[in-house]
């Protein structure tokens, strides 16, 4: 387990930021706690301070996982959020963040509101934001 490069640190939050823009100071720093971006074997995990305290005392190779999983890192170096952060960066979004939309039928779309944006995303796996 250990700290992000500051240019990892740099992918993931321009990638954060897309979504909820400026409240990225807030994801980090929430009421209850401080939360920490965590690289651990290539892959991202947000934990918050009292878990990564307790952590320390596990040695890296026996660590399986550690707070909630925000995504991998891929062979070239970008970063795609997990559907997993979607829970996490819901509350500070700009912008509706869900699936309510990709539930309705194409006949329910149709009826939708003329301002109302509509997208469909087809996939063998949707999973990636």
Request: charged fraction near 25%; glycine fraction near 4%; aromatic fraction near 12%.
């Amino acid at each position: 387990m250990q700290p992000l490069t500051e240019e990892e640190t740099c992918v993931i939050f321009e990638k954060i930021a897309k979504y909820i823009g400026e409240n990225l100071q807030l994801l980090v720093d929430r009421p209850n706690s401080t939360y920490y971006f965590r690289l651990h074997n290539d892959w991202v995990y947000y934990v918050s301070e009292k878990i990564l305290k307790l952590a320390t005392n596990i040695s890296g190779d026996k660590l399986v996982s550690l707070g909630t999983c925000f995504r991998k890192f891929t062979k070239i170096h970008k970063f795609r959020l997990h559907i997993i952060a979607l829970d996490y960066l819901a509350p500070y979004a700009k912008h509706p963040l869900g699936f309510e939309v990709a539930a309705k039928s194409t006949q329910d779309c149709r009826k939708v509101d003329p301002i109302a944006i509509v997208v469909f995303h087809q996939a063998d796996i949707g999973e990636y934001v």
